[in-house]
């Protein structure tokens, strides 16, 4: 199906642990993001990235590793999960052009232990 | 990067018409509005977008006014549905786009 998945919906993990979240977008978009909400909380943005090999640090990059080696898919690595990484996770995309439209997947729920 | 500032809560009553205003000062030259939804358990959902003057979709209309300091989300005869956050971002993608939501507004609708 077109549009923009997570995976996996819901993580439990343990501290100390590395975990890989991923997001993968079917229209060719050049912009993608990682974000974390916190239980009632505005959107943090995590790392971004303009084009395939191209990424950038966020608001909160600490803890979190990205890669972007093909133009739909966009994994995101806690290298050694800990408890305050706990969140919902929301991968976003956006097409060269269009300022600030984004869409967004339908996040991902980790819990570290 | 231009920081916002939205009232963290509003009530509305079914058919009224709801106007969320956000404050950003700091505005840039090069940054758009945008205003997003966001319903529990999902990710936000792109509203409208705007540079300067009035905006309007099937959704909804945004206004803002010459010095850009500030914008107007208006929601014409809200329903139950429109139970949400909606969100103020300011930004450009020139120069590497980073986007910053803020705590967002809280609007619930009420029968």
């Known amino acids: 199906d077109a549009g923009i998945t997570q995976s996996p919906r819901y993580k439990i993990t343990e501290t100390g642990r590395q975990v890989t979240l991923m997001c993968h977008q079917t229209w060719s978009h050049s912009y993608m993001f990682w974000y974390r909400q916190d239980l009632g909380h505005g959107l943090r943005l995590i790392y971004y990235?303009?084009?395939?090999?191209?990424?950038d640090k966020g608001e909160v990059p600490d803890g979190y590793v990205v890669s972007r080696s093909k133009t739909e898919n966009f994994p995101l690595t806690l290298e050694s999960a800990t408890r305050s990484q706990t969140s919902v996770y929301f991968c976003a995309s956006s097409g060269t052009g269009t300022v600030g439209e984004q869409y967004f997947g339908p996040g991902t729920r980790l819990t570290v232990t | 990067l231009a920081k916002t500032t939205q009232p963290i809560s509003m009530d509305s009553y079914e058919g009224q018409e709801v106007n969320i205003t956000c404050s950003h000062n700091?505005?840039?030259?090069?940054?758009?509005i945008t205003w997003y939804q966001q319903f529990p358990s999902q990710g936000p959902r792109f509203i409208i977008q705007g540079y300067k003057t009035k905006v309007t979709n099937e959704v909804a209309s945004l206004f803002i006014p010459a010095d850009r300091k500030s914008s107007t989300l208006s929601l014409p005869r809200v329903s139950l549905s429109d139970t949400a956050v909606y969100y103020c971002?300011?930004?450009?993608?020139?120069?590497?786009?980073?986007?910053?939501f803020g705590a967002g507004t809280r609007l619930f609708v009420k029968a």
């Open positions: 990235s303009a084009a395939a090999d191209i990424t």
């Open positions: 700091n505005i840039a030259t090069n940054d758009y």
């Open positions: 971002l300011v930004g450009a993608p020139t120069g590497g786009f980073k986007t910053i």
